[in-house]
């Protein structure tokens, strides 16, 4: 018979997982080693005398050897289980330092926050969020990217951002979304518009054949009116920021249509006017944005849970 006919013993196959013992049964097998009692290593590990016993004979049995002798006078190793116990040793040291590594990635993620939010939400909501995010997380550092919710998608899906908040329509592809609040936009103008001094409301024919100050393609606000219009909304001037388009409507340009949480101080000071605006749906979502199957964790979590209190 040729060597390669030769087997020396069982074939080894599956996972080493299921023929190693548990860290926990390992640390319990150190324990009684250590006490030389079982009953003081269960109470040790915080568990009781029979489930130690327990956890003990499905460990012999798993590895098929003895490893304790029980007395009354107390517990001790068999050779194989002083081996065992070796080798143990050198296992749980090793999950030991891998979980410091662990701890220490954990808490340099924990030390940053990057978030990309969509403008009228960056200039409108985070403060808020990121001052009560700072009375729990004093040591996070977080950064902001505030740009359109095209922009905004983009970071997430290239790694360069935690969490995002977007406030279109519908939720970019390769991202998953949790709504956190809920915004309507309204038809502005300065106070000397002949718009300000109507007393019924415009129809979406009128908005839409009227030139407006309009937020660039890729902004929420552009796609909700897009929406709203059939994509006939006809650009007087596109800008890149809200405030931007504000300015423009102030100093008598022409009328926009922006979120309510943008004009709430305008309105006040009368710099600009409501204009009422019936058969156009212009109510939208303000969502948080992730990547598709990696739920918020660590800072981006808490963060994410503020903007539902």
Not at 187 to 198: F, N, Q, S
């Amino acid at each position: 018979m040729s060597n390669a006919d030769e087997h020396t013993g069982p074939a080894v196959t599956g996972s080493v997982a299921h023929r190693v013992p548990d860290l926990g049964a390992l640390e319990l097998l150190l324990a009684v080693a250590r006490l030389g009692s079982l009953g003081g290593a269960a109470r040790e590990l915080g568990i009781t005398q029979p489930a130690a016993s327990s956890r003990i004979r499905s460990m012999e049995r798993q590895l098929g050897v003895a490893l304790v002798d029980r007395s009354p006078r107390g517990s001790r190793l068999t050779d194989a289980g002083a081996l065992v116990t070796d080798w143990a040793r050198r296992i749980v040291e090793a999950a030991e330092a891998f979980d410091v590594g662990a701890q220490a990635l954990r808490d340099r993620r924990d030390s940053r926050l990057r978030v990309a939010a969509s403008m009228t939400i960056a200039e409108y909501l985070l403060p808020g969020w990121l001052l009560a995010l700072r009375a729990q997380r004093p040591d996070t550092a977080v950064s902001l990217h505030a740009g359109n919710s095209a922009a905004v998608a983009k970071r997430l899906l290239s790694d360069e951002a935690d969490l995002g908040f977007v406030e279109g329509l519908s939720v970019p592809a390769g991202l998953d979304s949790a709504v956190i609040a809920h915004d309507r936009l309204i038809v502005v103008t300065a106070p000397g518009h002949a718009w300000a001094r109507r007393r019924r409301s415009l129809a979406a024919e009128e908005l839409a054949s009227t030139p407006l100050i309009l937020r660039e393609k890729g902004s929420g606000t552009r796609q909700v009116l897009d929406a709203a219009l059939g994509g006939l909304a006809r650009p007087l001037i596109e800008l890149s920021s809200t405030t931007a388009v504000k300015a423009a409507v102030v100093s008598g340009a022409g009328p926009a249509v922006l979120s309510e949480l943008a004009v709430g101080e305008e309105l006040a000071m009368r710099r600009l006017v409501s204009v009422p605006v019936e058969g156009v749906a212009l109510a939208r979502d303000l969502r948080a944005v992730w990547p598709t199957g990696h739920r918020p964790t660590g800072p981006a979590r808490d963060l994410l849970s503020l903007t539902r209190g």
